[in-house]
């Protein structure tokens, strides 16, 4: 069975500090990619989303992602955290257009 | 454009009592998924309908659980009898293409 692992359970960093988030996953077919978002108190939103093309993928808020296939990976990057990027991510896969698995998460908290 | 709305928000029962979820997905959203959240654990899919039909149900726990999905617009989930392992955040999402608008979800908790 597919299964998505992200490496990072918590990452607690300072404003203006680099955030990198890696996201590993077990299948070898075609796969479409995603990074979801959840703010305190809110609901889960796309952060971005891969399918083909490009593997760089810019997202909203100034976050990125990169697919690297050799690797099975789809790490998430922002150059430069704000406070309000404090939520939890979650990196989350689906297979031939199947269901999405999604990975355990990873809590960032960005002090001011 | 209006998102998917759910209810209740929070729901707490004792176990081996009985609950219901609603959820109304974004309008002309074929595709409508129910999944369970376990606090520290990313969502699990328990039910994918297409229109009012089940696509998969394969990690739907069919003992207790149960969903319908009545003229291919608003779905229910039941858990009956609840069990204290079925605390958790239940997520509903709806798609029209390949990716998938969460609701706030309905947070349960059994005593």
């Known amino acids: 069975a597919q299964s998505v692992s992200q490496h990072n359970h918590h990452v607690i960093l300072s404003e203006a500090a680099s955030l990198e988030l890696g996201c590993n996953y077990s299948?070898?077919?075609?796969?479409?990619l995603f990074w979801y978002v959840q703010y305190p108190g809110q609901h889960l939103q796309l952060l971005l989303k891969?399918?083909?093309?490009?593997?760089l993928v810019k997202g909203i808020k100034g976050f990125e992602a990169e697919f690297i296939k050799s690797k099975f990976s789809f790490n998430l990057r922002k150059p430069s955290v704000q406070w309000s990027d404090t939520a939890e991510y979650f990196c989350a896969v689906k297979v031939d257009d199947y269901k999405l698995s999604f990975g355990a998460g990873t809590t960032v908290t960005v002090r001011a | 454009e209006a998102g998917v709305a759910q209810s209740p928000r929070y729901k707490i029962i004792e176990k081996r009592q009985s609950v219901a979820f609603w959820c109304n997905p974004i309008?002309?959203?074929?595709?409508l998924y129910w999944y369970q959240q376990i606090l520290g654990q990313g969502p699990k899919l328990l039910i994918q309908?297409?229109?009012?039909?089940?696509?998969?149900d394969s990690q739907l726990p069919k003992d207790r659980f149960s969903a319908e999905r009545l003229k291919g617009v608003d779905s229910t989930l039941k858990i009956q009898p609840a069990k204290l392992e079925d605390s958790a955040v239940y997520l509903c999402a709806s798609s029209l293409g390949p990716w998938e608008f969460f609701g706030p979800g309905t947070r349960l908790t059994v005593l």
């Open positions: 309908f297409q229109n009012n039909g089940v696509v998969d």
């Open positions: 309008s002309g959203h074929a595709t």
């Open positions: 891969y399918f083909s093309g490009d593997p």
């Open positions: 299948y070898g077919g075609t796969v479409n």
